[in-house]
């Protein structure tokens, strides 16, 4: 039984603790509120800058790109990126899982191809047991149908068909060998034909190997190609995206009526009837609109965003992506466009104007050319140099950034890349050295 002097005394140590532990208490909701008002105000800006980037993503930088590339591959995401477009120092790629197929596209009818070619085909299947994809009509060539000692390979191969077979889910990455056009033609096998985009609609990572004439976009030689192909499988490798361009044509086919009379006999009244044809395309490097074999002046207006921004009268007009900005453009005047910047260039070719000038527009815009109603002659249009197509009166081109880029795979990084090509393969601003002034002419 406790006395009366102890059970005061132990009043006071209770009440000195819960003093402490209300002065505590009381401490904890200050600072929580003051956290919590920062916190608000801190959620209030970011739902605003999130608003407004996302308004800016959609009129500026266009369309996001989607990150997933095959059935396997993706970009490393950057925590500290704001927006989608991150720093081109800091895209890496990464697989969601150890990649198991590659698709090797080598260049047709070239014979100083076959010998890297089956050296990283064997390289591919028995050191690495990779399944290797290879278009049949590569198999085709004597000089592979005829080896016997490339046969135990040839029969591990999965072949298909340039149009008529969809791969596009079945290869983790690609390897190019030979120049650029092996690249573009990569490009032109993953072509996206539904409305929703899906992960199988993406491009593969690329790998290109410079084996061909030019390689501006064909970073990595062939000697190493064993360490650099290990690295690419570890996802130890940078990436650029290179946006695409998604062409949609619209075509206008004009057919007479016809009957048929009680004796079998067709009879055409005159009456025209016309049906619509739409083809849709992704395009690396550029859409070329010119006047064919017509020698009148190509006559094209050009809208943006449905307005009437100018007629084109003169040879044709390019409409190209940062990456075509190097190849037909730059010769017709334009200036050189890194990948990694979101925009469209639109460059005429050989004007009938001192003032027609090449522009640069946001890549979130829509472009539509069509045929002037005065125009003298039809025009011809081709997507990176092929499809090419007769365009009439009633035809539409319509021009737009793709949500579906190539994930080109960089040797060191996009940048370094870019401007190593622009000095090995351009010639970018080689000039002899201006001497030295010594004090002596300086006098003088």
């Not at 969601?96 to 014979?111: C, F, G, M």
Request: aromatic content about 10%.
């Amino acid at each position: 039984k406790q006395t009366p002097q102890k059970s005061l005394n132990l009043n006071k140590e209770h009440f000195k603790h819960w003093a402490i532990i209300l002065k505590c208490l009381g401490v904890f909701i200050c600072v929580l509120a003051q956290l919590l008002a920062v916190f608000t105000c801190e959620c209030f800006f970011f739902c605003f800058f999130f608003i407004l980037s996302f308004r800016r993503t959609q009129s500026l930088h266009g369309p996001s790109p989607v990150t997933t590339f095959g059935p396997k591959a993706c970009m490393l995401q950057n925590p500290h990126a704001v927006m989608h477009i991150q720093d081109p120092a800091s895209q890496r790629l990464t697989w969601n899982k150890p990649p198991k197929s590659v698709l090797v596209i080598k260049k047709i009818r070239d014979a100083s191809l076959l010998q890297p070619f089956k050296e990283l085909c064997r390289f591919l299947t028995e050191v690495k047991s990779m399944i290797v994809y290879v278009e049949k009509k590569v198999l085709e060539d004597p000089a592979i149908s005829g080896d016997e000692n490339f046969a135990a390979v040839t029969k591990k191969f999965c072949t298909f068909r340039e149009d008529l077979d969809d791969i596009s889910n079945r290869v983790d990455f690609i390897i190019c060998l030979g120049g650029d056009g092996t690249l573009l033609y990569a490009s032109s096998l993953f072509q996206v034909f539904s409305r929703l985009p899906t992960p199988h609609s993406s491009v593969p990572p690329v790998m290109s190997f410079h084996l061909g004439s030019l390689g501006f976009l064909t970073p990595f030689k062939f000697e190493n190609y064993q360490s650099q192909v290990n690295q690419i499988i570890e996802g130890n490798a940078a990436i650029v995206l290179r946006s695409r361009l998604k062409v949609r044509v619209l075509k206008e086919n004009w057919e007479k009526k016809s009957r048929v009379d009680e004796k079998g006999i067709i009879l055409t009244n005159g009456d025209i009837e016309s049906s619509r044809k739409a083809m849709q395309y992704q395009v690396l490097n550029e859409v070329v609109v010119d006047r064919g074999p017509s020698s009148y002046l190509s006559n094209v207006d050009l809208f943006l965003d449905g307005h009437l921004i100018t007629t084109v009268q003169g040879d044709g007009v390019i409409v190209s992506t940062p990456t075509g900005s190097t190849a037909y453009a730059v010769a017709a005047g334009a200036s050189m466009i890194h990948p990694n910047v979101p925009a469209i260039m639109i460059t005429p070719i050989c004007p009938h104007s001192l003032s027609f000038r090449p522009i640069v527009v946001p890549a979130g815009v829509e472009l539509k050319i069509m045929l002037s109603c005065d125009a003298r002659n039809t025009a011809w249009v081709s997507f990176d140099g092929r499809k090419r197509q007769e365009i009439c009166h009633g035809d539409s081109i319509t021009i737009t950034t793709s949500c579906f880029p190539v994930p080109s795979i960089c040797f060191r990084d996009p940048v370094n890349d870019w401007f190593e090509s622009l000095a090995q393969c351009l010639h970018w601003n080689v000039r002899k050295k201006q001497n030295y002034l010594s004090s002596e002419d300086e006098e003088f």
